[in-house]
């Protein structure tokens, strides 16, 4: 693999995988990475969000944990930026001694390679609380954490040496589970209240459908601006569901903290002009869900149907978020997010 596929892998490793829940479901979460030295990026970040909303940063080229959010930097006082800063700097090296031992476990001397790690939690307002961690290495699964269980799946044979220390460590079970499904959630909630005005709002999509016709015919579902995340793109034929040929494509943020999202649909154009084909989308911001008709000319020119409204431009650092996506089960990995001061990167080499 050359080294610019790598990368390559890593990032979408990071980006496509969502939990698509509901629209009164708040999350916390951290998304951490580790690179081999010698490439064009740096060897550690962070990136933090709420609500799918990156609200602090940090990298080993820095060396600094940032606010990237209006509100997380107007309530949260200096003491707490050093603090954790210093913390961030330790993990480095943390970090970097699992990227070696994970090298030698898969016999590994050049390359490429990464180690990820998400956790966090999440809310619904009917009071459910859900926790997560889990970690990847060259964007696939390595081992994450079973909370009703309390016990950790290994998804490589390379990991076995890590699930049996951490098994028989109470601190990485049972101390954990508290701190994700407890503590964690805590920390959401005051997040939640420090944000509120931002994290609360409900910004409606402005939606296209446009026909492809290279290299096979398809028809694209584009929604865009949306706040909050979640979001349902659905398709229909003659009032009919559909649901096979279509991919649906990863959530996406936009430079002003809103979202995009697409869905692609296979038909062949002759079954365009004999039915109505239709793209539904559903969103909390919206009264009713928004239908817009595939036209039956073809061409490029997109439909646009969906509500607009004026965005308030925040001040947009964009990082690079990480999230992988299980690669054995037609579940979707659900994103993990958790305090990084609680976070403890080494693996078990013995």
């Known amino acids: 693999m050359s080294l610019c596929s790598s990368v390559i892998k890593t990032l979408i490793f990071f980006t496509c995988s969502l939990h698509l829940s509901s629209a009164d479901t708040h999350s916390l979460k951290y998304f951490f990475t580790g690179v081999t030295p010698g490439i ?5 970040t962070l990136v933090g969000q709420v609500d799918g909303a990156q609200f602090v940063y940090y990298d080993s080229n820095i060396r600094k944990m940032i606010p990237t959010t209006e509100w997380i930097q107007k309530y949260v006082e200096e003491d707490y930026w050093n603090r954790e800063t210093q913390k961030l700097q330790g993990n480095q090296g943390n970090i970097k001694a699992s990227v070696d031992i994970l090298m030698q476990r898969f016999n590994q001397t050049t390359g490429v390679h990464t180690v990820q790690l998400m956790y966090g939690c999440e809310f619904d307002d009917d009071g459910t609380v859900r926790g997560y961690r889990q970690e990847g290495y060259d964007g696939e699964d390595f081992i994450s954490l079973d909370l009703k269980t309390e016990t950790w799946t290994a998804a490589k044979q390379q990991a076995l040496i890590t699930k049996n220390k951490w098994d028989n460590d109470p601190s990485e079970t049972v101390g954990r589970k508290n701190y994700l499904e407890n503590i964690c959630i805590e920390w959401l909630k005051m997040y939640m209240s420090y944000g509120r005005e931002t994290l609360e709002r409900k910004d409606p999509p402005t939606a296209s459908v446009f026909q492809k016709h290279s290299p096979s015919p398809e028809v694209v579902c584009h929604a865009t601006g949306f706040f909050p995340k979640e979001v349902t793109i659905s398709w229909r034929k003659d009032g009919e569901d559909v649901n096979e040929d279509v991919e649906l494509r990863e959530t996406l943020p936009n430079e002003d903290r809103s979202f995009q999202k697409r869905s692609i649909l296979k038909v062949p154009a002759e079954d365009l002009q004999k039915h109505t084909y239709t793209c539904v989308i ?3 911001s919206l009264k009713e869900e928004l239908v817009l008709e595939v ?23 964009v990082a690079g978020i990480m999230v992988w996506k299980k690669k054995n089960s037609g579940e979707r990995w659900k994103e993990a997010d958790v305090k990084f001061s609680e976070n403890r990167f080494t693996l078990s080499n013995s």
Do not use: R
């Open 282 to 284: 559903q969103h909390s």
């Open 40 to 44: 064009n990026f740096p060897e550690f």
């Open 295 to 317: 036209p039956k000319g073809g061409g490029l020119m997109p439909i646009i149907v969906g509500v607009l409204v004026a965005l308030v431009v925040l001040v947009a650092v």
